[in-house]
């Protein structure tokens, strides 16, 4: 039998031209980025089965978040934002084409995936991967400056932070997004112990999928609550080794509490060290170090010429990704890596960090996020308008 020749103009592939299917479509789609992931499904009808079934073996990976809102009222949420994907190592400008969202006060991140804003009149929140979506729900009963929010599955809470004229300066309230009913209910007051630091100005938080953690971020003092008892629980200090803390900061990573701690003091930090609580009885924390940020970074992380004190830091874990910053914002880089076999590897600074902080000005403030972003949110940002425009490569 005589074989056919091919004719094909770009050259001769052989006897017959082969395309790349099955498996080894799939095996290659999945380490692509998501905004590749998406030009790959738009090919043909067998690419978008290949994309489809190649998202059983995508990694998903946190994106980094930085969105500026002004400083006074209007407090307008700008309508561009920059997000950093590991996967891609490069910055990307996001750009929704609705109106920009206007609070009536400053909104602020917690526990990476949260953003918030309260106000005497209603409160304001996001959980959805690129913030899109705000739901607004009538405010606490208990007036409150600047406390610590939360939400745990279905359960929104809002802790201390309260006004020097209201009773209980330790109040808890919680409230059901998923009833409908509109209600803020009263729940335990925050430890005693807490009695100087009841305020997010001192706190940090992270949250499990059953429970938030709270710890002092000076002496380690931590205490857990559970939204289904409405009740607290002391742990153990968070003070790993025998190494001296002078400030740390919480995460989660998988179904682990992760503590990232600064050794030396202010004026002279040593090192930055991170471990996981490997011991899940609250009455007996273990630790295991995951790792040392290199010197190199903590100097970047600080800024070169950088002469302010390094209070504390911010930690945004996310699934096997870290990201660590200064507090205070005062011109250094954010630090990021990858979690393997429990320790912290791939470490790396966004050389744009320091370009994105200076974005905003005088008359705007910076808010960091951090969120898990997979296909389906992805699709869900388009649809609702959300422009991509990569910018820079790691």
């Known amino acids: 039998m005589e074989k056919k020749k091919n004719n094909n103009n770009g050259g001769d592939f052989g006897e017959e031209q082969r395309s790349i299917d099955g498996d080894i479509l799939e095996s290659i789609l999945s380490y692509l980025p998501l905004l590749d992931l998406d030009s790959a499904s738009q090919v043909s009808k067998s690419w978008n089965r290949a994309v489809f079934y ?43 084409a609705s109106s920009p969202v206007e609070h009536v006060s400053v909104a602020r991140s917690s526990h990476s995936t949260l953003l918030y804003a309260l106000s005497p009149a209603r409160f304001s929140f996001s959980t959805d991967a690129f913030h899109l979506t705000w739901q607004h729900v009538s405010p606490p009963r208990v007036w409150r400056i600047d ?10 809470i809002i802790a201390g932070g309260v006004c020097d004229f209201e009773e209980d300066r330790f109040a808890v309230e919680l409230f059901d997004i998923e009833s409908g009913d509109g209600a803020w209910e ?119 010429n950088s002469d302010w ?55 705007e403030r910076v808010i960091v996020a951090c969120s898990n972003v997979g296909f389906s949110d992805l699709k869900l940002a388009f649809r609702n308008n959300l422009s991509f425009l990569s910018t820079s490569k790691y």
Request: aromatic content about 10%; some cysteine; glycine content about 6%.
């Open 147 to 156: 406390p610590i929010v939360a939400v745990v599955g279905r359960s929104l």
């Open 309 to 363: 004190p390094l209070t504390s830091i911010v930690l945004n874990a996310v699934g096997d990704m870290v990201y660590v910053h200064d507090a205070a914002e005062n011109g250094g880089e954010i630090v990021a890596a990858e979690i393997e076999g429990g320790k912290l590897c791939k470490w790396r600074t966004l050389p744009n960090a320091d370009a994105t902080w200076n974005k905003s000005h005088a008359a």
């Open 54 to 96: 190649s998202l059983r073996r995508l990694k998903t990976m946190p994106w980094l978040f930085v969105y500026n809102q002004r400083n006074s009222p209007p407090y307008t949420m700008a309508t561009m934002a920059m997000a950093y994907d590991p996967k891609s190592e490069a910055w990307i400008e996001l750009k929704t």
């Open 186 to 304: 009263r729940c335990e007051s925050m430890p005693d112990f807490l009695y100087e630091s009841a305020s997010s100005t001192w706190l940090f938080v992270a949250v499990s999928s059953e429970k938030m953690y709270v710890t002092e971020k000076r002496s380690g003092v931590t205490c857990s609550f559970n939204p289904v008892t409405r009740s607290w629980t002391k742990l153990l200090d968070l003070c790993p080794g025998e190494c001296s803390l002078y400030s740390r900061s919480i995460g989660f990573s998988g179904n682990r509490l992760i503590v990232a701690g600064i050794i030396g003091d202010e004026y002279n930090p040593t090192g930055i060290e991170l471990w996981k609580v490997i011991d899940s009885d609250e009455s007996h924390l273990k630790f295991e170090s995951i790792g040392s940020m290199p010197e190199t970074y903590l100097e970047k992380l600080r800024g070169i």
